[in-house]
Each structure stands twice: as C-alpha cells, then as structure tokens.
C-alpha cells in the first residue's frame, strides 16, 4: 500500500523557519510530480508549491521568495522550507505526489497532513 507521510509541522514564531519532509512508502517505483498544499479553518484547501520529477518548480504567489521546494527522487521525499513565517501561513499542510507503482500502474496519493502554527 502506498502512502506519503508529512513530518515536520509544529509551533513557531512569527518570522521563523520550518521544513516539512513528505515521504513515500510502499510499493513504489519512482514519483512523478509532488507538491504542497495547504488548508486553513475554514477555507479551501490551496496550492503552495510544485515541483516535477526533474525539478522544475512552481510557487503561489503569496509564498515566493519564503518558501523553497525539493526533492531527494532516491529517497521518495520532497521537502518544503519555510523561512519568514507569518501568521497567515497557519494551516494543515498536505503532500501530494503520482506514484508509479509498476508499468502498468500509477495513482494521486496525499498524506495525513502536518500541522503548521505561526504565533507570537
């Protein structure tokens, strides 16, 4: 069974950093795109970051120039670095990624979501 685990969300101050890892399990043979999404309460969830197998990037607009996105394809893992955090960067972060099982196979997975918390 193939899943994405997000790791790395907690508390942090406003103006502070946070890198949350996305890693891949299970039966898989590489994964194509991955991103990063977020939801805050009550609002839809949203993208942040996208980045393709061979590293081509894509940021939202109100994460430029804060927020990095990357992948080690060995590992199955993408990351995200969030540097300059402001409050209204609270939210549960989401992974995504298509998974190629085999040859013949391939699915969107998400993880579970982080957590993320920027408060004073």
């Known amino acids: 069974q193939v899943q994405l685990v997000e790791s790395g969300g907690g508390l942090v101050q406003p103006g502070g950093s946070l890198r949350l890892s996305c890693a891949g399990s299970?039966?898989?043979?590489?994964?194509?795109?991955m991103g990063w999404y977020r939801q805050a309460p009550g609002k839809q969830r949203e993208l942040v970051a996208t980045i393709t197998k061979l590293g081509s990037t894509n940021y939202d607009d109100s994460v430029k120039g804060r927020f990095t996105i990357s992948r080690d394809n060995a590992k199955n893992t993408a990351y995200l670095q969030m540097n300059s955090l402001k409050p209204e960067d609270t939210a549960v972060y989401y992974c995504?990624?298509?998974?190629?099982?085999?040859?013949?196979?391939?699915?969107?997975?998400w993880g579970q979501g982080t957590q993320v918390t920027v408060s004073s």
């Open positions: 299970g039966t898989i043979l590489s994964i194509n795109d």
């Open positions: 995504n990624g298509e998974v190629v099982e085999n040859n013949y196979s391939r699915l969107w997975a």
